[in-house]
């Protein structure tokens, strides 16, 4: 399908030069959605009631200049836990079933003041809580890749939908991979910008100090066009800093460009990531992609981050903190799940708090509010934010001497159903190779990398230095170019829609 | 009656409602009287999603109390969450401080001692509810939710209802002349918790404190001081412990009752919050804060009687409102008789203020109007039976008194030309006591002085109607 | 080394404002058991005068102007309270 063959740069051109009216692209998406939502299942809302309106806005918004910007009539779909006016946010949970915004998120202004279209909002693991996006309580999500495989999470049905061609570009939100791990799983790019770069406002939180909305597509410069649009300071979010978003020049680099920019461009791979917990598929793809890199010029060595194997306990501990305390505006009070029958104020909270939250945001929850009680606080809660400065120092001390970062996204591809959630510890520790740039607020994106003997795909992570997205695009682009097309969901022929 | 001897140990948590014109995380109004949940937005009624973005003025107003009680202020200071679940806590956590407050070890001086003061820091106020017994229910308007506060937490330092008073008094004076907050205990813009303990006298070891709540008056923390000391002392006497609890003040019934509930927990979790970075306080923040300091009452009071020579009594009510203070000020020099003007505010504006049951804040004004009125006074303008009705006018409306004078006809008549002519009717009326006058009868004078005036309704300035006699019955002889 | 009874269990409910049904109790003390002692592990490093690290990054906060610059917000307040009356959400009584 033409469409989705080209850039989201270039569809934005056609439709400005009116090669392809708004209309018409929203509408060979929408038939691809009518075709494939039904098994694949990535989407909870569709933008059914808006939608006509906005594409008429759009238009003749391209038509009087308004739009004019390099994603102006391009369609997106929005992860469920950002806050989207007059349209249903659910953050996958029983808790928030009806809940409509009565405002925009930051970035939802920013995409349409660009003159993006949202098609939708996508299902995920509830409060972006788990790794499969099968926490959700709506429904599963399939990766487009293989039905009977999850798609990664939290961010599970944006990269679904991305991977699958039912929309060029979505958002996620990544708190200990939540865009990384999913687009690895599906075969697409996800970036997660340095804390601060992009608003948070607007986005549930779930764990203040490392969530981060991050962008989704086909490729780096997808993706990167969607981050230029979102990122920047933001007066309503008081975290976000006042650093210049470096813009793309207008023309996409040619080949030569691209692979130029690696020249000399320092790699690390820190040999803790490509251990025995990797599976043995996932470390050749990366070595394969560190071969790559080292014949066209870039130095890539292997160093050591010994405390990379402790981030995931510190992940837990700081994020189960901070999500009992987000958390506890859900009380059925303001908004949301309201238990019927409670005679006290404590019974209503009770009742409405264990109905209205799944299992896995319950065990959080009360994790969380453990590790911040009187006589545990210093020994749990203290002792993970001491180590997350050691771990922040430790990455600080690689990037005085590299670039960037070189690890796989996830030590192995997307699991079958039905599995990650049977042993939770099991489970987390599957974010190993992701947390610790959440803890030290990194930049970091996942580049598909390989396809395992199962037909799914493998992701290469980079991190890089805080506010160094620019160089993580550069190093990204260029192996993105030496590795050449990667195959989406449908071409590959594994896709039984 | 105590079979023993017990001292007394108190110290005070105290929350003051500062007046910006904006809520502390958002830019919601904080006006009062307004209609339910109007003056909110995503932020402070816990959106899922909002972010709250500090207001400077909060962070500004801190820094000038903590300056004013000699405080140490933390060049970074961070926000804390602290945890409880509560429906007018709309996010179910306050954002406070506890690890990095704004201020530290200050003191104020009271009488002869002084408290010294062990933080302050900045939070958000909570919400309101209105209750429906009969239904059952409770409502929620969350129009006071992220109102800004400074709590000021002290030493246990005092031992008396006395101190604690002047304690209060002190901080409230400080307040009031920063212009930071109202400081009214019956509105609750400023709210007193009081922490005491009993000990044996003379011991060392401080005994369980109790935290006592819902003082709305001085009147009523006395009374609760008073109470909650006896209560402890029958306790300890009669065998029984004194229990770490916050109890309520009821000040009608005269006692106070366990707030204690099975359903709370007092652990509240506290942690920093992720949302707002640390906030940097600059040396040159703080300088240009401290060069924008008041005068404080007591400075103030000791430099008008010095300067004005004014009873250092008249000074210290003089200087209970910044305000008043100011017009005193201003009226003083306008009219270059400071005493005299001392005693008009003292006696007259001061009766006019409790007539009317306003508070020096709300006088209007302006310093010239009450100046022109005073030097009238001090130049026979107008007698002081017309002049205090003029000077209420002046204070209610503020009108020009010369002018309002003029057209009322209140001024006193001096031109000698008008006065003559009076003067003449009756020394021609009253031939037999002209005479007796000159026959040396010195008394009879009056007598004349006071039918001049009755001639011109009580208008004519009576020095020049003395001058004018004196003059005219010399000639005569 | 942590032990998860039903008294912890208790009084993290009673923080969290969360009940666990009966038969799902031993679960999830035996879970959170074995997440926090995992977690322990973290006592195998040395953190001794580590400045604790709470922010996302180490930056200074963007502060305010004191401006009122929101509108009357009720109507957005109130638009998802699940029970309402004379503009207030409702909730038991308090006292």
């Keep these: 399908m033409e469409l989705l063959q080209m850039s989201v740069r270039a569809m934005s051109e056609k439709i400005k030069s009116k090669a392809l009216s708004v209309k018409e692209t929203v509408d060979a998406l929408q038939m691809k959605l009518a075709e494939k939502e039904p098994m694949l299942g990535a989407f909870l809302t569709i933008n059914d009631m808006q939608l006509e309106q906005r594409m008429d806005e759009v238009?003749?918004?391209?038509?009087?200049?308004?739009?004019?910007?390099?994603?102006?009539?391009?369609?997106?779909?929005?992860k469920d836990n950002i806050c989207t006016?007059?349209?249903?946010?659910?953050?996958?949970?029983?808790?928030?079933?009806?809940?409509?915004?009565?405002?925009?998120?930051?970035?939802?202004?920013?995409?349409?003041?660009?003159?993006?279209?949202?098609?939708?909002?996508?299902?995920?693991?509830?409060?972006?809580?788990?790794?499969?996006?099968?926490?959700?309580?709506?429904?599963?999500?399939?990766?487009?890749?293989?039905?009977?495989?999850?798609?990664?999470?939290?961010?599970?049905?944006?990269?679904?939908?991305?991977?699958?061609?039912?929309?060029?570009?979505?958002?996620?939100?990544?708190?200990?991979?939540?865009?990384?791990?999913?687009?690895?799983?599906?075969?697409?790019?996800?970036?997660?910008?340095?804390?601060?770069?992009?608003?948070?406002?607007?986005?549930?939180?779930?764990?203040?100090?490392?969530?981060?909305?991050?962008?989704?597509?086909?490729?780096?410069?997808?993706?990167?066009?969607?981050?230029?649009?979102?990122?920047?300071?933001?007066?309503?979010?008081?975290?976000?800093?006042?650093?210049?978003?470096?813009?793309?020049?207008?023309?996409?680099?040619?080949?030569?460009?691209?692979?130029?920019?690696?020249?000399?461009?320092?790699?690390?791979?820190?040999?803790?990531?490509?251990?025995?917990?990797?599976?043995?598929?996932?470390?050749?793809?990366?070595?394969?992609?560190?071969?790559?890199?080292?014949?066209?010029?870039?130095?890539?060595?292997?160093?050591?981050?010994?405390?990379?194997?402790?981030?995931?306990?510190?992940?837990?501990?700081?994020?189960?903190?901070?999500?009992?305390?987000?958390?506890?505006?859900?009380?059925?009070?303001?908004?949301?799940?309201?238990?019927?029958?409670?005679?006290?104020l404590h019974e209503m909270y009770v009742k409405s708090r264990s109905e209205g939250f799944g299992e896995e945001v319950k065990r959080r929850i009360l994790l969380g509010s453990f590790a911040l009680s009187e006589g545990?606080?210093?020994?749990?809660?203290?002792?993970?934010?001491?180590?997350?400065?050691?771990?922040?120092?430790?990455?600080?001390?690689?990037?005085?001497?590299?670039?960037?970062i070189l690890t796989p996204t996830a030590p192995t591809t997307a699991p079958k159903f039905g599995t990650a959630l049977k042993d939770p510890l099991l489970m987390y520790l599957q974010d190993a190779d992701t947390v610790a740039v959440n803890l030290a607020g990194l930049p970091a994106i996942s580049v598909p990398c390989g396809?395992?003997?199962?037909?799914?795909?493998?992701?290469?992570?980079?991190?890089?230095?805080?506010?160094?997205?620019?160089?993580?695009?550069?190093?990204?682009?260029?192996?993105?170019?030496?590795?050449?097309?990667?195959?989406?969901?449908?071409?590959?022929?594994?896709?039984?829609? | 009656m105590a079979k023993k001897q017990y001292d007394t140990v108190i110290g005070l948590e105290v929350h003051i409602e500062l007046s910006t014109e904006t809520k502390i995380f958002c830019g919601c109004a904080t006006k009062f009287g307004a209609m339910p949940n109007t003056q909110t937005c995503p932020v402070c009624t816990g959106m899922p999603g909002s972010l709250p973005v500090l207001n400077k003025k909060v962070v500004e107003a801190a820094i000038a109390l903590g300056l004013a009680t000699n405080s140490r202020i933390s060049r970074r200071t961070i926000f804390d969450r602290k945890n409880y679940f509560y429906p007018d806590n709309p996010q179910n956590y306050q954002i406070s401080q506890l690890y990095v407050p704004v201020c530290r070890d200050g003191f104020l001086e009271i009488e002869n001692k002084s408290v010294r003061i062990h933080e302050m820091h900045m939070e958000e106020d909570a919400g309101k509810l209105v209750h429906d017994e009969a239904?059952?229910?409770?409502?929620?308007?969350?129009?006071?939710?992220?109102?800004?506060?400074?709590?000021?937490?002290?030493?246990?330092?005092?031992?008396?209802?006395?101190?604690?008073?002047?304690?209060?008094?002190?901080?409230?004076?400080?307040?009031?002349?920063?212009?930071?907050?109202?400081?009214?205990?019956?509105?609750?813009?400023?709210?007193?918790?009081?922490?005491?303990?009993?000990?044996?006298?003379?011991?060392?070891?401080?005994?369980?404190?109790?935290?006592?709540?819902?003082?709305?008056?001085?009147?009523?923390?006395?009374?609760?001081?008073?109470?909650?000391?006896?209560?402890?002392?029958?306790?300890?006497?009669?065998?029984?412990?004194?229990?770490?609890?916050?109890?309520?003040?009821?000040?009608?019934?005269?006692?106070?009752?366990?707030?204690?509930?099975?359903?709370?927990?007092?652990?509240?979790?506290?942690?920093?919050?992720?949302?707002?970075?640390?906030?940097?306080?600059?040396?040159?923040?703080?300088?240009?804060?401290?060069?924008?300091?008041?005068?404080?009452?007591?400075?103030?009071?000791?430099?008008?009687?010095?300067?004005?020579?004014?009873?250092?009594?008249?000074?210290?009510?003089?200087?209970?409102?910044?305000?008043?203070?100011?017009?005193?000020?201003?009226?003083?020099?306008?009219?270059?008789?400071?005493?005299?003007?001392?005693?008009?505010?003292?006696?007259e504006l001061l009766r006019l203020l409790k007539e009317s049951g306003k508070e020096p804040e709300e006088l209007t004004f302006s310093p010239k109007h009450a100046a022109d009125l005073i030097v009238a006074v001090e130049e026979g303008k107008i007698n002081q039976a017309n002049a205090k009705e003029v000077f209420a006018k002046v204070v209610e409306a503020d009108v020009a008194p010369l002018s309002y004078m003029e057209q009322r006809g209140l001024m006193s008549l001096s031109d000698e030309g008008v006065l003559q002519a009076a003067v003449d009717e009756v020394l021609a009326e009253y031939p037999e006591i002209v005479e007796e006058y000159r026959s040396g009868k010195d008394k009879v004078f009056g007598f004349l002085v006071g039918q001049v005036m009755k001639k011109t309704k009580g208008k004519a300035d009576p020095g020049t109607v003395n001058g004018l006699l004196r003059k005219n019955l010399s000639r005569f002889a | 080394m942590i032990k998860i009874d039903e008294a912890v269990l208790e009084k993290a409910e009673l923080l969290a404002k969360l009940k666990v049904d009966a038969s799902e109790r031993e679960r999830t003390m035996n879970e959170m058991e074995k997440l926090l002692l995992y977690t322990e592990k973290l006592n195998e490093i040395d953190t001794e005068g580590v400045v604790p690290l709470s922010h996302g990054e180490p930056g200074e906060a963007t502060l305010r102007e004191d401006e009122v610059t929101n509108p009357d917000g009720k109507v957005q307040t109130l638009a998802n309270v699940p029970e309402l009356r004379n503009d207030c959400p409702v909730v038991p009584k308090t006292v």
């Excluded at chain 2, 099975?262 to 509240?268: A, Q, R």
Aim: proline share 4%; hydrophobic share 35%; net charge negative.
């Design chain 1, 85 to 344: 006016k007059g349209l249903r946010t659910t953050c996958g949970s029983r808790m928030l079933e009806r809940f409509v915004p009565a405002y925009d998120a930051t970035v939802v202004q920013r995409l349409q003041d660009a003159g993006m279209i949202i098609l939708g909002k996508t299902n995920m693991d509830e409060f972006a809580m788990g790794s499969t996006t099968e926490t959700s309580a709506f429904r599963l999500t399939k990766n487009p890749w293989n039905m009977s495989h999850v798609p990664g999470g939290s961010s599970g049905g944006s990269c679904a939908a991305v991977a699958a061609g039912e929309v060029p570009l979505a958002l996620g939100s990544d708190t200990g991979g939540s865009v990384r791990q999913p687009a690895a799983f599906c075969g697409v790019v996800g970036l997660k910008p340095t804390y601060g770069r992009v608003s948070r406002y607007g986005l549930v939180a779930y764990a203040s100090s490392m969530d981060q909305i991050g962008p989704i597509g086909r490729t780096v410069a997808d993706c990167r066009a969607l981050y230029e649009c979102v990122a920047g300071y933001d007066e309503k979010d008081a975290t976000t800093v006042k650093r210049e978003v470096t813009k793309s020049l207008g023309h996409e680099p040619n080949v030569e460009e691209r692979i130029e920019k690696l020249k000399g461009m320092r790699f690390a791979v820190p040999k803790e990531y490509l251990g025995e917990g990797t599976r043995e598929e996932v470390r050749e793809a990366v070595k394969g992609a560190m071969k790559l890199l080292d014949r066209n010029g870039a130095v890539v060595e292997e160093i050591s981050l010994p405390l990379a194997e402790y981030a995931v306990a510190a992940y837990y501990i700081i994020a189960c903190a901070e999500a009992s305390s987000n958390l506890s505006r859900f009380d059925g009070v303001k908004y949301g799940y309201r238990a019927e029958g409670a005679e006290t």
């Design chain 1, 59 to 78: 238009q003749k918004g391209i038509r009087s200049g308004r739009y004019a910007g390099p994603l102006a009539g391009v369609p997106i779909a929005i």
């Design chain 2, 135 to 347: 239904a059952g229910i409770s409502l929620v308007d969350y129009n006071r939710s992220g109102v800004p506060l400074i709590e000021i937490v002290s030493e246990p330092d005092m031992e008396t209802a006395e101190e604690v008073i002047a304690y209060l008094e002190k901080l409230r004076m400080l307040c009031l002349y920063l212009g930071i907050s109202d400081c009214k205990l019956q509105e609750g813009s400023m709210r007193v918790d009081v922490n005491l303990s009993v000990k044996e006298a003379g011991s060392e070891t401080l005994g369980t404190r109790t935290e006592m709540k819902n003082l709305n008056s001085f009147k009523a923390i006395a009374r609760a001081i008073a109470a909650e000391r006896e209560r402890q002392i029958m306790r300890i006497e009669s065998g029984q412990e004194v229990v770490q609890e916050t109890r309520r003040w009821d000040d009608a019934e005269g006692v106070s009752y366990s707030m204690r509930s099975k359903e709370d927990s007092k652990d509240y979790r506290y942690f920093p919050e992720p949302d707002i970075p640390p906030v940097l306080i600059g040396r040159e923040w703080i300088d240009g804060i401290r060069n924008r300091q008041p005068e404080f009452k007591e400075e103030k009071a000791a430099r008008f009687t010095e300067e004005y020579g004014i009873p250092a009594y008249d000074a210290d009510i003089l200087t209970q409102s910044r305000h008043l203070a100011t017009l005193f000020e201003e009226t003083a020099k306008r009219s270059g008789l400071p005493k005299k003007t001392a005693n008009w505010f003292m006696g």
């Design chain 1, 451 to 497: 396809i395992d003997a199962e037909g799914l795909p493998i992701g290469l992570q980079l991190i890089g230095n805080a506010f160094c997205e620019e160089t993580l695009f550069a190093a990204a682009e260029g192996y993105e170019e030496l590795r050449g097309k990667f195959p989406t969901a449908w071409e590959q022929g594994r896709e039984r829609l």
């Design chain 1, 376 to 404: 545990y606080y210093d020994a749990y809660y203290l002792k993970a934010l001491k180590v997350r400065r050691l771990i922040r120092e430790a990455f600080d001390k690689v990037f005085e001497n590299y670039d960037c």
